[in-house]
C-alpha cells in the first residue's frame, strides 16, 4: 500500500537491516551448548558465527545490482524465503555440518534485506524527510546488537537454544507477510537497470583502479577482520576463559556495544571539523597503541582479570564506533557514477578479506587473549599505514582532481 506511514515505514526497513545483528548476537550466549550438542568442544564452534558472515559475503553481491535490475520487493521476498529455509535447516538437522550449512544460507537469505532497505529508503525519500526516516531507522538499528545476546540469553534459559531459531523462522514469516502487505514496489520498471556482465567488469576495474577506494576498502578488511574474530571468540572468553554466566556475558556485551552507539554520535559532531580520514587513523591509532600496551602487558605474565579486559574492549569498540561509517564513506567517495555495483564490490571484497584474516585469528585462541589482542594490534597497525600513505597522496591532489571526482590511481 502506498499510504504507509512514515514510522511504520521507518520501523520496518529497521527490522530488515537489525536482522543481521540478531541472527549473529542473539546466537552468541548459545555457542557452548550448540558445541554440546553437537560435540564440537574446540575452535570449530567459531564457524558458527564465521558461516553466516560468508553467506553475507556472497550474498550482498548478488543482491545489490539483482535489485537495481528485477526491483526491490522481489530481491526482499527472497532473501526472507532464503533465510526462512537457512533458519530450518538450522532448527532440525543433527549434524555440525548441515548447521553450518544452514548457517551460510542465513548469512545468503539476509543480504538481500540489509542491502535493499537502504535502496528502498533512497527510492521513497529524500532530502530532508529521508534524514528524519533514515534517523529512526538508525536508533533502532543501533539499539539491536545491544539487546540480541540477552533476548537470546532468554529464549535458552526458557525454551532452549533451539528456539532461537524458531524465533527466527516466525521473523520471516511475519516480516515477509508485513512486506506483502504494506510495502508498495519503489523502483519502477523505467528506473531498472539491466543486468549485465561488462557492468561488473566496468565497476570492478573503476574499484580496483583507484587509489582512495583500495586503500580503504583494504583498511575495512583488516580492521573488521580482527572484529569479527572478536564476535567469534566472545562466547569463549566471557563464558569460559572468566567464567561468566550467559545473564552476565549479554550484560557485558550490551555495554560494548553501547560504546559504539556512544562514538556513532560522536562521530556526527566532530567528522564535519576533523575530516573523515583524521577520525579514522585516530581511531586506528588508538586501537594499535592500546592493544601494544595490553599485549606487553600479557606478555609480561600479569594476571588478566576481567576489568582489564572490559578497559581495552571498551576503547576498541569506541574507536570502531568512530570508523563504522567514515571507512566505508571515503572508499564510495570517488565512485558516485558507479555507486550500487561499486558499493557491492567494496562490500563483498573487504568481507572475504575480514573472514579470512578471522578464521586464521579465532582459530589460534588458546584460551587467553594474545591471539586477539596481537590481532588487532597487526591488522591496524597496517591499517594506520595505508591511511598515512593514501592521506599524504591525497593532499598533494589538486581539489579539481581529487577522489571525489575519481581521480585515478596509485
Avoid at 542491502?115 to 538499528?141: E, L, N, P
Wanted: positive net charge.
Amino acid at each position: 500500500m502506498s499510504g504507509i506511514h512514515s514510522r511504520e515505514f521507518a520501523l520496518l526497513m529497521a527490522l530488515l537491516m537489525s536482522v543481521v545483528s540478531f541472527s549473529i548476537d542473539a546466537t552468541l550466549p548459545a555457542l557452548g551448548q550448540i558445541g554440546l550438542n553437537f560435540g564440537v568442544q574446540d575452535n570449530r564452534i567459531q564457524w558458527v558465527i564465521t558461516c553466516i558472515f560468508a553467506g553475507m559475503t556472497i550474498g550482498q553481491l548478488i543482491a545489490g545490482p539483482l535489485s537495481d535490475a528485477i526491483g526491490r520487493k522481489r530481491i526482499l521476498f527472497s532473501g526472507i524465503a532464503i533465510y526462512f529455509l537457512g533458519s530450518l535447516l538450522c532448527y532440525f538437522t543433527t549434524s555440525f555440518e548441515l548447521f553450518l550449512l544452514g548457517r551460510f544460507i542465513q548469512g545468503l537469505g539476509v543480504s538481500g534485506p540489509y542491502i535493499t532497505a537502504i535502496s528502498v529508503v533512497r527510492d521513497k525519500y529524500s532530502g530532508a524527510q529521508m534524514a528524519k526516516v533514515m534517523s529512526i531507522i538508525m536508533m533502532v538499528f543501533m539499539v539491536a546488537p545491544a539487546i540480541a545476546p540477552s533476548i537470546g540469553q532468554l529464549i535458552i534459559s526458557l525454551a532452549g537454544w533451539h528456539t532461537i531459531f524458531l524465533v527466527y523462522i516466525i521473523y520471516a514469516l511475519t516480516v515477509g507477510g508485513w512486506i506483502a502487505l504494506r510495502l508498495e514496489e519503489t523502483l519502477p520498471p523505467s528506473h531498472r537497470i539491466p543486468l549485465k556482465l561488462k557492468a561488473f567488469e566496468h565497476g570492478f576495474i573503476e574499484v580496483v583502479s583507484n587509489r582512495t577506494t583500495m586503500s580503504y576498502l583494504l583498511c575495512t578488511g583488516l580492521c573488521f577482520g580482527g572484529l569479527i574474530a572478536y564476535l567469534g571468540s566472545s562466547q569463549q572468553i566471557f563464558m569460559q576463559q572468566f567464567g561468566l554466566s550467559g545473564q552476565r556475558f549479554s550484560l557485558y556485551f550490551a555495554l560494548l556495544a553501547f560504546f559504539m552507539g556512544v562514538a556513532s554520535f560522536v562521530n556526527s559532531r566532530i567528522v564535519a571539523r576533523f575530516g573523515m580520514r583524521t577520525v579514522c587513523i585516530g581511531a586506528m591509532l588508538v586501537i594499535t597503541l592500546v592493544s601494544l600496551l595490553f599485549l606487553l602487558v600479557q606478555i609480561t605474565g600479569v594476571h588478566i582479570d576481567l576489568w582489564m579486559f572490559i578497559a581495552y574492549a571498551s576503547l576498541l569498540f569506541f574507536a570502531f564506533g568512530l570508523m563504522f561509517g567514515n571507512l566505508n564513506a571515503i572508499a564510495m567517495e570517488p565512485m558516485g557514477h558507479v555507486a550500487g555495483m561499486a558499493s557491492a564490490i567494496i562490500g563483498a571484497v573487504s568481507s572475504i578479506l575480514s573472514l579470512v584474516l578471522a578464521t586464521i585469528i579465532g582459530q589460534l585462541y588458546d584460551n587467553t587473549l594474545v591471539p586477539i589482542t596481537s590481532g588487532f594490534f597487526v591488522l591496524c597497525a597496517l591499517s594506520s599505514f595505508v591511511i598515512y600513505n593514501e592521506m599524504r597522496w591525497y593532499a598533494k591532489q589538486p581539489k579539481e582532481t581529487a577522489p571525489s571526482v575519481d581521480v585515478n590511481h596509485s
